[in-house]
């Protein structure tokens, strides 16, 4: 077809041609593979439900950009995204160029409507050996993500586009490409593929015309329809609302007749006992956990006091993590803030300890040594496990001696995993802000939270004389962490 106006017309004419099936991008069949019910959100959803992206979204959006940008330069440079006003003539621009051989293309719009397939690939390259409507050669799906590590919704996404490829061209590649944040290429065999994306794309279809309406699950639902979904869930009471009853355990309960919070509440605990991977000390617990939610107070699991030794002194500590850019424009996570409340006596103290870049994470590690060692003895409060897992990181990264960090670290106490094994709180999930919320603490700063404090760290980082204010609404998010943290003890070890 190579140099063949005519050709491209005719193929162009063909695959514009609308057949039965609804239009379908890949963004939303690899939606599917994620959350079903999101597909059936942006198909009838209530638009004024959608949320608007946060800042932390568009700085995402933009790095992905910057990054898409840089791999492309890499393995076609001076090669650019096609210009076009509509995607129609996209389109038809892509066939001229695939017909004429070029090397690579740069997003693409595709479409096959006959099969109401659309999208817009990352990056098409030319392979040779596989004989297609263009000539002796094909092309290949290249698709570029921010993600370190992939997941079935990015392969999902790949061989979509792949089979839309393979409609246009005649031939499906054998393979599809994806190169993760790292700039690592991994190559996926079309064939292993195929069954996922054909599933999720029935599922996308069957939502699509109506013929199937999945359930909100509460905590399943990507933005921007997650706070809609969540309140779907707690409106039906789904039984996704009971923290730490993810997709095998939700489905093990539905297929005991279980399936809302009443269900679960008034089960007697030897059939949930009895259930696949529930047993008789999580069944004791789901039905705690759905009680508190029914009646909105919290639930005892465990009678007697909480394990909380008195100590004249206590420190209650919370990390903030980002990702800054380093000279190569990559994402680089580190923890910039080690966050302490001491309590003392009748006085209480915030110190924070504070590293602008990871270059000085050392140093700020090696001062939050020095302050627990001032204080020998005081055990050091935090909830669930992050804390943990990343203050080891510090202290092996920035080389503090194992018996230092081990002075460190065996004064650790997760009040998440104490909290938990005791009461069943009121509210879906167990972090730190559902849960202190529940009980009576508000933090200060309303429009704060773990990614606005990212997007504030990285302003901040930037030009730290001018967004000094930046730094400032962190400092007060994260001391109002260590005081929920406070709260939440203080809470357990007044129980009976």
Known sequence: MAGGGAEVEGLLRACLAEGPYPRVRASLVALHAEAPYAVWCEAFGPPEAREPASRYWLLLAEQGKEHEARILGSRH??????????????????????????????????????????????????????????????????????????????????????????????????????????????????????????????????????????????????????????????????????????????ETLRGAGIKVLGDVAGAAESILAGLPRIGAGRARNLKAAATALLTGQPVRIQDGRVPLRPAPVEVFVDLEGAGPLDPSGDLVPFDYLIGTVTRKGGEVRYRPFLAVSPAEAGRMTADFVAFCESLPGAPLYHWHNYERTRLKHLLDHHGIPPDRATAVLGRLTDLHRLATRAVAFPVPGTGLKAVAKALGFSWRLADVDALESVVLFLEYAADPAGHADALARILTYNEDDCRATAFVKDWLAALT
């Open 77 to 250: 440079p001076g090669l650019a995204p096609l210009s076009f006003e509509t995607a129609e003539a996209g389109f038809c621009l892509a066939l001229e160029q695939m017909a004429a051989g070029v090397p690579a293309l740069a997003e693409p719009p595709l479409l096959y409507l006959p099969e109401g397939l659309t999208g817009r690939p990352d990056l098409l390259e030319r392979i040779e050996g596989v004989p297609s409507r263009f000539g002796p050669y094909a092309y290949r799906v290249v698709e570029i993500k921010s993600a370190r590590h992939l997941d079935e919704a990015h392969l999902v996404q790949a061989a979509f586009y792949n089979l839309l490829l393979g409609k246009v061209q005649g031939v499906e590649a054998p393979s599809v490409i994806l190169i993760n944040r790292d700039g690592r290429a991994f190559e996926h065999p079309w064939e292993e593929l195929r069954p996922a994306l054909q599933e999720a794309l029935e599922g996308t279809r069957a939502i699509l015309t109506g013929r199937v309406e999945p359930e909100p699950i509460h905590g399943g639902c990507p933005w921007p329809w997650t706070a809609y979904a969540d309140s779907q869930a707690e409106a039906r009471q789904d039984i996704s609302l009971l923290p730490g009853v993810g997709g095998a355990t939700r």
